[in-house]
């Protein structure tokens, strides 16, 4: 069983920046490619960001060259750095994470961002 915890959340005026943490609770962090997705108000859920084992990443175009997935196999966790915040960026972002072997996913409860001057 996985648990996903995500936190650094919070509001911040245009321009800002902001650093998301999730903690990976389990076992074989490394067999898992991990992602962060987002959900505005009114909106379906859309992926953000996401990060293979070896730290491959990719992006969705409207954050490419302002946010940065990276990962720490050391202590099990997943960052998405964000700089450069715009009000459209505001959203619930969520953890994700999916396993290549039992081709299961996980989700964590979501952290609250909020884009606003």
């Known amino acids: 069983q996985v648990q996903l915890v995500e936190s650094g959340g919070g509001s911040v005026q245009p321009g800002g920046s902001l650093r998301l943490s999730c903690v990976f609770y389990?076992?074989?962090?490394?067999?898992?490619?991990m992602a962060w997705y987002r959900q505005a108000p009114g909106k379906e859920r859309e992926l953000a960001a996401t990060?293979?084992?070896?730290?491959?990443?990719s992006y969705v175009d409207s954050v490419k060259g302002r946010f940065t997935c990276s990962r720490d196999h050391l202590k099990n966790m997943v960052y998405l750095q964000m700089n450069d915040l715009k009000p459209e960026d505001t959203a619930v972002y969520y953890c994700?994470?999916?396993?290549?072997?039992?081709?299961?996913?996980?989700w964590g409860q979501g952290t609250q961002v909020t884009v606003s001057s």
């Open positions: 994700n994470a999916y396993s290549l072997f039992t081709k299961t996913t996980y």
């Open positions: 389990g076992t074989d962090f490394a067999s898992y490619v």
């Open positions: 990060i293979t084992s070896g730290g491959s990443t």
